[in-house]
């Protein structure tokens, strides 16, 4: 599995404006893309500081959503909430350890029968 970060630093006072975008654009866009396997959005509210944090089954994958211009797509949907002179910063990691799925499912709510 690889990582891709997008550090990204956004006017504190949008914060929500673009967590609804990223909900309603960029992930149903990326689950279209060829070994995207989910993603994390971390804020600072305070600072407005943040990184979106997209995982791919392996590096191809990521290298090939760069290539095919989706990301930089999806970035354009968010310059304008990008201060001056702080564009976004890209890293890619491979990812090593991942214990997400040990973490516990959320259990539904069981109906009392009468």
């Known amino acids: 599995m690889y990582a891709r970060i997008t ?3 956004v006017y504190p006072d ?4 673009g967590v609804k ?4 654009s960029f992930i149903p866009d990326a689950k ?9 959005l971390l804020v600072d509210r305070k600072t407005g500081k943040g990184n979106s944090i997209t995982f791919w089954k392996s590096e191809k ?5 760069e290539e095919n211009l989706f990301y930089q797509e999806q ?22 350890i991942n214990t997400f799925a040990d973490l516990p499912k ?3 709510a069981k109906k009392a029968t009468p």
Do not use: M, W
Request: charged share 35%; hydrophobic share 30%; with cysteine.
């Open 21 to 24: 975008r990223y909900r309603k």
């Open 14 to 17: 949008r914060i929500e404006e």
């Open 75 to 96: 970035l354009v949907k968010f310059l304008t909430f990008f201060p001056p002179g702080k564009p976004p910063i890209r890293e890619g990691y491979e990812v090593r």
């Open 32 to 40: 279209k893309q060829k070994g995207y396997c989910g993603d994390l």
């Open 61 to 65: 994958d990521a290298i090939a959503n």
């Open 106 to 108: 959320k259990k539904s």
């Open 7 to 9: 550090i990204i630093h």
